[in-house]
């Protein structure tokens, strides 16, 4: 499947290439990155390869996927936002990863924002959900500042999780 690109004013989302394996990498080995992601932990580059080709192979198996994530400026990758929904999962999830060095810029809002357009719009999704560790206060405030809210707790890789439930109407942001 070929997957969509999409613009945003400063970000490109697109499909995974291998130029992205080592900054992908190096972003999902970094503890502040990974603190509230899966079981919090960083992952080495083996299993940060194998995360990719998930995310590859989920565009395949589900028609839709989690994008990487470039700053248009500078062609640099800055992370990872998407659709996802792989098998088991809570529901249908708007995600969103940065590389440290991307934080505070309002890259996630924006790609979050361009992500659940296209869940809404292309997708026909209607309900969407994000889910955020309690702790989680900047993925907090993209999710709230989305009109998601909080709408349910689950247990996720052994932790606890919040679901946050996007309105069913609206673009957000």
């Known amino acids: 499947m070929t997957v969509p690109r999409v613009l945003t004013d400063r970000l490109l989302l697109r499909d995974f290439q291998p130029e992205d394996v080592e900054p992908y990498v190096a972003m999902m080995a970094d503890p502040a990155v990974t603190r509230f992601l899966g079981d919090g932990q960083p992952l080495g580059r083996p299993d940060a390869w194998r995360q990719l080709a998930m995310f590859a192979g989920h565009w395949s198996l589900r028609g839709f996927g989690v994008w990487a994530v470039e700053e248009r400026a500078t062609g640099a990758f800055v992370g990872r936002i998407g659709c996802f929904e792989p098998e088991g ?9 940065l590389a440290g060095t991307a934080w505070g810029r309002g890259y996630a809002l924006e790609g979050a924002t361009a992500a659940l357009r296209y869940a809404r719009d292309t997708l026909r999704r209607t309900r969407i959900l994000s889910i955020v560790r309690p702790g989680n206060v900047r993925s907090i405030r993209v999710a709230t500042a989305l009109g ?19 309105p069913r109407e609206g673009t957000g942001g």
């Open 89 to 97: 999962w809570p529901g249908f999830e708007i995600a969103y990863t």
């Open 148 to 166: 998601a809210t909080h709408q349910g707790d689950a247990d996720f890789y052994g932790a606890p999780a919040r679901l946050y439930v996007y």
